[in-house]
Structure formats: C-alpha cells, structure tokens
T-cell receptor, first 109, second 117 residues
C-alpha cells in the first residue's frame, strides 16, 4: 500500500527551531512537497524537493533523501503564526498526490 | 497568486437532497482534484482529473460524481446527501510539470463547508 508517516503533533517554543519528519512508501515517487494549513483555512504550498538535498526558502527548509524514503521540514525562528498543521505529500506513479495525515505544530510563547 | 474559487462557501441542507459544489480555476491548469477533510484531520482524495473529459476516482469517491467539460470547471455532485457527508470539501488544481523542473504544486480553493441535517 501507499503511506506517508509523520508525527501527529509537535510542540516547540517561540523563536526555536523545529523539525517535522516524513517517511514515505509509495508505488512511485515524483517529489516530496510540504503544505501548511491554518485552522479553518485551505492548505498552501510551502516547498518541494524533487532531488536529494536541502531546499531553503526564508525561515523554512526542506530536505529529501530518496534512498531512505525520508524527508523533513525545518522551521527556524518560530513565530506564533507558524502554529498550524503541516502535511507532507508525494507524487505517485498514477500522477496523484498522496498526502500524509498531517502534523499539528503547537508553539508556546 | 492562486485563482481558484469554490461556491458555495457554506451549505446546510437536508438529507436526501442533490447538491453540486462548484469549483473554477483561471490558471489554465490541466489537473484538478477534490478532497474531503474533517477538521484537524487528513485529506481524502475523492476525484481527480487530468484534463477535459478525464475523470478518475480517488480513495473516497462513492456516492459522488464529477465532470470536466471545460478546463476551468470541475463540479462535484452528491446525488443524495447524508449526514455522513458533513465535512469540508476542498478543490485543488495543478499544472503538469516534471519534477526535475520544479513543482507540481497544488493550489487549493477556500473550501465548501457542508452540513447535512
């Protein structure tokens, strides 16, 4: 079957760094993406990794290791507005996007 | 800036009614998707489309149908609404981009929050 595993919840302190891991098992692989969703809102795209390595976009970075079927999202200098759910997603061979169940990030002041 | 729209934003209806949720995008994207999501929960793929006259079922497609007559329009129809259909429905679109070039980024609409009494 196809599955993406990520922690259900993570808690961190404002100003700190947090890493959200994602492991995947899919029938094909066409990139690992990360999406952010605030309560009551729609998911919005954060980052994409098609090849191994680190991609950086401001305070957010994302990493991929295809040999380990593993990636992570790194959030630095956490702000209260970063409190949200974060979903990893993989493109599979049927050209669909498979989403993980989401990680709820709680930020403490 | 994503240009994908959903109507209605909120809908409360009685059991047994037939409803159509509208989704339109002005980005010329080939791929479109419908997801169902309960608050704080995962996204379930209901239907998707690669282009005009193409529709495929997702993991949670029973009791609903879609059509793709025009590139920009991808409506979802529930033939007979039930309380179990109460949820948020999210429409998304993406362009066909090879992963070497960048992203197959999904752009989501604001969602339709459906309540079936």
């Amino acid at each position: 079957g196809q599955s993406l595993e990520q922690p259900s919840e993570v808690t961190a302190v404002e100003g700190a760094i947090v890493q959200i891991n994602c492991t995947y098992q899919t029938s094909g692989f066409y990139g690992l993406s990360w999406y952010q969703q605030h309560d009551g809102g729609a998911p919005t795209f954060l980052s994409y990794n098609g090849l191994d390595g680190l991609e950086e976009t401001g305070r957010f970075s994302s990493f991929l290791s295809r040999s380990d079927s593993y990636g992570y999202l790194l959030l630095q200098e956490l702000q209260m507005k970063d409190s949200a759910s974060y979903f990893c997603a993989v493109g599979d061979r049927d050209d669909k996007i498979i989403f993980g169940k989401g990680t709820r990030l709680h930020i403490l002041p | 800036e994503a240009d994908i729209y959903q109507t209605p934003r909120y809908l409360v209806i009685g059991t047994g009614k037939k409803i159509t949720l509208e989704c339109s995008q002005t980005m010329g994207h080939d791929k479109m998707y419908w997801y169902q999501q309960d608050p704080g929960m995962e996204l379930h793929l209901i239907h998707y489309s690669y282009g005009v006259n193409s529709t495929e079922k997702g993991d949670l497609s029973s009791e609903s149908t879609v059509s793709r007559i025009r590139t920009e329009h991808f409506p979802l129809t529930l033939e007979s609404a039930r309380p179990s259909h109460t949820s948020q429905y999210l429409c998304a679109s993406s362009s066909v981009v090879g992963y070497e070039q960048g992203t197959d980024t999904q752009y989501f609409g604001p969602g339709t929050r459906l309540t079936v009494l």
